[in-house]
């Protein structure tokens, strides 16, 4: 059996200080790009799990299966990452900055009844997850929703209005909001189907939105009660 081969592949020693720069740059490239990225799609695990599993797992695979990677090679790798990953919550726990811009605030989808500034800009609500969200959690329409907010977990947070403060909403559960109107069929209240915000238009009538501004699809609002 050749060692040298086992521990190193066919590299020299030297090349594991190569190996722990290259680990360092990987980390902080598919932290970034995971950042960017934003948290669609990463919900149930924080952005440092999805990014330890995927730093570790080509590092923990490919000695396995190719000759030319030694097992040192992949322990330096290891190492670093792990040690990125300590040095990284270790500057969470020490500042407040740092922790808003490593793992990013919460931010408000709807306000106060109304889609909120951010939500609008980053799209939240053109994504089906967020109505996914409010049907998991029994709401039938948008009026019923006081608050809500996406959690820097990719979960959201959903703080209902009492009874008697529902106002009429956009449906969130598919049979309903996927019957949209550019002629209003009778004289009603309709919710934008692109931000959900509503407005009472008169039959035959057409309408734009003024609160997401290219909007001219409308559903009719429902203002049942949550169950
Ligand atoms: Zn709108």
């Known amino acids: 059996m050749n060692w040298h ?20 740059i990987m980390f902080l490239l598919i932290f970034l790009g995971l950042r960017v990225a934003g948290r669609r799609g990463v919900s149930q695990l924080s952005i440092f799990e999805l990014l330890i599993i995927i730093s570790l797992g080509s590092a923990a695979g490919d000695p396995m299966i190719y000759k030319d990677i030694g097992i040192l090679n992949s322990l330096v790798a290891f190492a670093v990452v792990f040690f990125v990953y300590w040095l990284i919550t270790k500057l969470i726990e020490n500042s407040d900055k740092i922790e808003d811009l490593l793992e990013g ?22 994504g089906d997850e967020f109505f996914a969200s409010l049907r998991f959690h029994s709401f039938s329409h948008m009026g019923q929703v006081k608050a809500a907010i996406l959690e820097t977990s990719g979960e959201v947070s959903i703080l209902p209005f009492k009874d008697d403060e529902v106002k009429p909403g956009l449906p969130v559960w598919p049979d309903l909001l996927h019957n949209k109107y550019k002629v209003m069929p009778a004289d009603g209240v309709y919710a934008c189907y692109k931000c959900g915000s509503t407005k009472q238009i008169a039959k035959n009538e057409m309408a734009k939105c003024s609160v997401c501004k290219n909007n001219d699809d409308w559903v009719e609002a429902i203002s049942e009660v949550k169950k």
């Open 5 to 24: 081969e086992l521990l190193f592949g066919d590299k020299s020693v030297s090349f594991l200080l190569e190996i722990a720069l290259r680990a360092v």
């Open 105 to 126: 605030e919460p931010m408000y989808i709807i306000r106060d009844g109304k889609v909120s500034k951010e939500a609008l800009k980053n799209k939240v609500l053109a």
